[in-house]
Protein backbone atom coordinates (compact mmCIF):
# COMPACT_ATOMS: atom_id res chain seq x y z
CA UNK A 1 0.00 0.00 0.00
CA UNK A 2 1.19 3.64 -0.97
CA UNK A 3 -0.14 6.54 0.56
CA UNK A 4 0.97 10.06 -1.52
CA UNK A 5 -0.01 13.34 -0.10
CA UNK A 6 0.80 16.63 -2.58
CA UNK A 7 1.32 19.70 -1.66
CA UNK A 8 2.27 22.80 -3.11
CA UNK A 9 -0.72 24.17 -5.00
CA UNK A 10 -2.33 27.77 -4.71
CA UNK A 11 -2.99 31.10 -5.96
CA UNK A 12 -0.76 32.43 -8.52
CA UNK A 13 -1.12 35.09 -11.14
CA UNK A 14 -1.04 34.36 -14.95
CA UNK A 15 2.71 33.66 -16.17
CA UNK A 16 3.36 32.81 -12.21
CA UNK A 17 5.10 29.58 -10.91
CA UNK A 18 4.16 26.89 -8.65
CA UNK A 19 6.01 23.54 -7.43
CA UNK A 20 3.80 20.18 -6.54
CA UNK A 21 5.60 17.54 -4.18
CA UNK A 22 4.14 14.38 -4.21
CA UNK A 23 5.44 12.84 -0.63
CA UNK A 24 5.10 9.17 -0.87
CA UNK A 25 5.46 6.78 2.45
CA UNK A 26 4.36 3.21 2.42
CA UNK A 27 6.54 1.89 -0.61
CA UNK A 28 9.41 2.75 -2.23
CA UNK A 29 8.24 4.89 -5.16
CA UNK A 30 11.31 3.13 -7.33
CA UNK A 31 9.04 0.24 -8.69
CA UNK A 32 6.67 2.83 -10.27
CA UNK A 33 6.00 5.17 -12.51
CA UNK A 34 4.78 8.29 -10.84
CA UNK A 35 1.96 11.02 -13.18
CA UNK A 36 0.98 14.08 -11.71
CA UNK A 37 -2.80 14.18 -13.22
CA UNK A 38 -5.59 17.15 -13.28
CA UNK A 39 -9.40 17.88 -13.37
CA UNK A 40 -10.70 20.69 -13.97
CA UNK A 41 -14.44 21.63 -12.89
CA UNK A 42 -16.93 20.30 -15.31
CA UNK A 43 -13.86 18.23 -17.20
CA UNK A 44 -12.29 14.50 -17.37
CA UNK A 45 -9.06 13.59 -15.28
CA UNK A 46 -6.17 14.60 -17.99
CA UNK A 47 -2.67 13.25 -17.60
CA UNK A 48 -0.01 16.57 -17.37
CA UNK A 49 3.13 14.48 -17.01
CA UNK A 50 4.25 11.45 -16.18
CA UNK A 51 8.03 9.45 -15.63
CA UNK A 52 8.70 6.17 -15.76
CA UNK A 53 11.14 4.40 -13.42
CA UNK A 54 13.64 4.96 -15.65
CA UNK A 55 13.44 8.75 -15.42
CA UNK A 56 11.44 8.65 -19.25
CA UNK A 57 9.37 11.30 -19.40
CA UNK A 58 6.14 12.57 -21.02
CA UNK A 59 4.05 15.36 -21.23
CA UNK A 60 0.46 16.39 -22.31
CA UNK A 61 0.60 19.04 -25.34
CA UNK A 62 -0.43 21.71 -23.58
CA UNK A 63 2.34 22.20 -20.93
CA UNK A 64 5.15 20.97 -22.83
CA UNK A 65 8.07 23.33 -22.35
CA UNK A 66 6.39 24.77 -19.41
CA UNK A 67 5.84 21.92 -16.78
CA UNK A 68 8.73 19.94 -15.41
CA UNK A 69 8.01 16.15 -13.57
CA UNK A 70 11.20 15.18 -11.90
CA UNK A 71 11.48 12.35 -8.82
CA UNK A 72 14.19 11.49 -6.10
CA UNK A 73 13.73 8.29 -5.26
CA UNK A 74 16.02 8.51 -1.90
CA UNK A 75 13.22 11.34 -0.71
CA UNK A 76 10.56 9.21 -1.91
CA UNK A 77 9.20 12.33 -3.49
CA UNK A 78 7.82 13.50 -7.03
CA UNK A 79 7.62 17.16 -8.04
CA UNK A 80 6.00 18.75 -10.83
CA UNK A 81 7.53 22.27 -11.37
CA UNK A 82 5.44 24.63 -13.49
CA UNK A 83 6.43 27.51 -15.32
CA UNK A 84 4.56 30.64 -17.29
CA UNK A 85 1.55 29.04 -15.74
CA UNK A 86 -1.96 29.72 -17.72
CA UNK A 87 -5.78 30.13 -16.39
CA UNK A 88 -6.63 27.07 -18.28
CA UNK A 89 -4.27 25.42 -15.96
CA UNK A 90 -6.59 25.87 -13.32
CA UNK A 91 -7.40 22.41 -11.86
CA UNK A 92 -6.97 20.25 -9.06
CA UNK A 93 -4.02 18.21 -9.23
CA UNK A 94 -3.61 14.44 -8.33
CA UNK A 95 -0.45 12.06 -8.21
CA UNK A 96 -0.47 8.97 -8.95
CA UNK A 97 1.32 5.65 -8.68
CA UNK A 98 1.19 2.73 -11.02
CA UNK A 99 2.74 -0.07 -11.12
CA UNK A 100 0.89 -2.82 -13.97
CA UNK A 101 2.94 -5.69 -13.23
CA UNK A 102 1.52 -5.55 -9.75
CA UNK A 103 -1.71 -4.20 -10.60
CA UNK A 104 -1.35 -1.36 -8.50
CA UNK A 105 -2.23 1.90 -9.21
CA UNK A 106 -2.64 4.68 -5.64
CA UNK A 107 -3.95 8.54 -5.93
CA UNK A 108 -3.38 10.86 -3.79
CA UNK A 109 -6.29 13.40 -2.45
CA UNK A 110 -5.47 16.33 -4.59
CA UNK A 111 -3.91 20.01 -4.28
CA UNK A 112 -5.51 22.83 -5.90
CA UNK A 113 -3.94 24.89 -8.52
CA UNK A 114 -5.89 28.42 -9.19
CA UNK A 115 -4.27 30.47 -12.10
CA UNK A 116 -5.93 33.98 -11.94
CA UNK A 117 -5.78 37.54 -11.69
Known amino acids: QVQLVESGGGLVQPGGSLRLSCAASGSRISIYTMGWYRQAPGKQRELVAR???????NYLDSVKGRFTISRDNGKNTVYLQMNSLKPEDTAVYYCNAKNLMLQNDYWGQGTQVTVSS
Open 51 to 57: ITRGGST
